[in-house]
């Protein structure tokens, strides 16, 4: 039996002192007393939270990270850095995918997620053609969460086109590409391969935006796989924008609320281009924004519209997509000031007499949990084991009680104040490092050593 004894938790009813949590075998989360002592055998901590989730991530392109910042000729835009993806792409095998997810996903562990949801689009061999088991990429996006022990949740991508109006697939996308017979054979596999992970992982689909379906697609595929997860990138460029716009008469916010049974189910990434009743009606929807502010910034996408958003009851939560820089504390920062720079003010979603760092943090636990559908987001009982915690004895940190934790951690310190990180009560950071960086990292090494030989 785990028992964790942490000088200061964070609980629903907020900091509580002296708090000892018995963890189920099943990875859930027994009992939680405060106000008690340590007892011999438990596991000390000094300061426990609950672990977010990271909603959005494209494994392969942490392979890229640094490696898009040479301008070209002309101007660099989100599309540009697209073209230099795609080129990327063509050179990964299936060992190269294992050996970046599982790199990615204890990098995501030691930054403090417990969990992911990984929006997995390379599905085919580099001449577009089947692999032998056609859900190979997702089998071995999978292995490496066993190995890392990451709270997975799996989100096949639906990409049947190459730009908005049903355009056809670039040679470039051919990798991608599923119609829906094709999708659902890949399906079957990814869910062997999920079913064959701990019970807290899972499968969603991710149509992967307006852009690379069609309504009548969309509309197939989300009622063959309802239920959710359902992800989908939505308006994250004004050209994409525009492009939808022209093709299907509404801005792609507003014809996704309009044209489909938009709930609690769906995850919106990069809802940046918004106008205020868009902004409304997503907030209303019950749907989760997925941003992703370190990414949304390298791509030079734009800001959302958080004050208002959030103004209107809005769910949100943070992915690092791009994989760029994996880092939560640096992604919960940016995400706000980004706002401040934009409002020129500071503190713009918080309310009044309350900290920034909590507003934050409790909101992506909230729509993290709900993104990943995953029941998890606060140490309660029932509730899954996904559980950060921080050094106590970090300068940083020295003499923080409460809420000035997280306000120190995410606006001055960084995620090396992480000392463990349990997913689903699987306990794989210990000291800061993931149990199986010895084995994980040189295989990342010598896949990143001939990818960039290549
Ligand atoms: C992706 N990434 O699917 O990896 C996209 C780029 C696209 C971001 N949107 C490709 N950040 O949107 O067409
Ligand atoms: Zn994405």
Redesign the pocket.
């Known amino acids: 039996m785990t028992v964790i004894f942490a000088d200061q938790a964070l609980l629903p009813a907020g900091w509580a002192t002296g708090v000892r949590i018995i963890l189920r075998p099943d990875g859930g989360i027994g009992t939680v007393e405060a106000g008690g002592r340590a007892e011999p055998g438990d596991l000390r901590v000094a300061i426990l939270l609950p672990a977010p989730a990271n909603l959005h991530s ?1 494994a392969f ?1 942490r392979a890229m990270a640094g490696l898009t910042e040479h301008r070209g000729r002309g101007r660099d835009s989100f599309w540009t850095w ?1 073209d230099l ?1 795609y080129r990327f792409t063509a050179h990964l095998t299936p060992d190269d995918v294992q050996a970046i997810a599982a790199q990615v996903q204890m990098e995501m562990l030691e930054a403090g997620y417990a969990a992911v949801a990984e929006f997995h ?1 390379l599905h085919h061999a580099p001449d577009g053609a089947d692999y032998a088991d056609i859900g190979e990429m997702s089998a071995r996006v999978a292995e490496a969460a066993a190995e890392t022990g990451i709270g997975l949740t799996h989100l096949p991508v639906l990409y049947a086109h190459g730009g908005a109006g049903g355009k056809p697939l670039e040679p470039a996308q051919g990798r991608f590409g599923c119609d829906l017979p094709r999708f659902e054979r890949l399906m079957a596999s990814a869910a062997r391969a999920i079913a064959a992970l701990p019970a807290d992982c899972r499968l969603g689909i991710a149509p ?2 307006l ?1 690379a379906t069609t309504p009548d697609l969309l509309r197939a595929a989300t009622t063959a796989f309802a239920g959710g997860p359902i992800h989908i ?1 939505i308006a ?1 460029q004004m050209r994409e924008v525009r492009d939808v716009e022209a093709w299907l008469g509404a801005r792609p916010v507003a014809w996704l609320l309009d044209n489909l049974p938009i709930d609690a189910a769906w995850c919106l990434i ?1 809802a940046t281009h918004m106008t205020g009743s868009e902004t409304e009606a997503l907030a209303g929807s019950g749907a989760v924004a997925g941003l992703c502010p370190i ?1 949304e910034a390298n ?1 030079g996408d734009g800001l959302f519209p958080m004050a208002d958003f959030t103004g209107a009851g809005g769910t949100y939560g943070v992915g690092s ?2 994989n760029v820089r994996i880092a939560l504390a640096e992604e919960l920062r940016l995400l706000e000031y980004g706002q401040r720079l934009s409002h020129q003010s500071r503190a713009v979603i918080c309310p009044e007499d309350a900290s920034n760092g909590r507003t934050l943090y409790e909101a992506v636990l909230a729509g993290g949990g709900r993104a990943l559908g995953r029941d998890a987001g606060c140490i309660a009982p029932g509730r899954l084991a996904d559980l950060v915690a921080l050094d106590g004895d970090a300068l940083a940190l020295d003499g923080r009680k409460g809420d000035r934790i997280l306000d120190a951690w995410l606006f001055a310190g960084d995620d090396r104040l992480v000392t463990d990180v349990w997913s689903a009560g699987r306990h794989q950071v210990r000291n800061g490092r993931h149990e199986a960086r010895d084995r994980i990292e040189p295989r990342y090494r010598s896949a990143l050593r001939r990818l960039l030989a290549a």
Request: overall charge neutral.
């Open positions: 494209h392109q697209r993806m689009y992967h935006s852009r990138h994250e990069h990414t791509l997509d791009s």
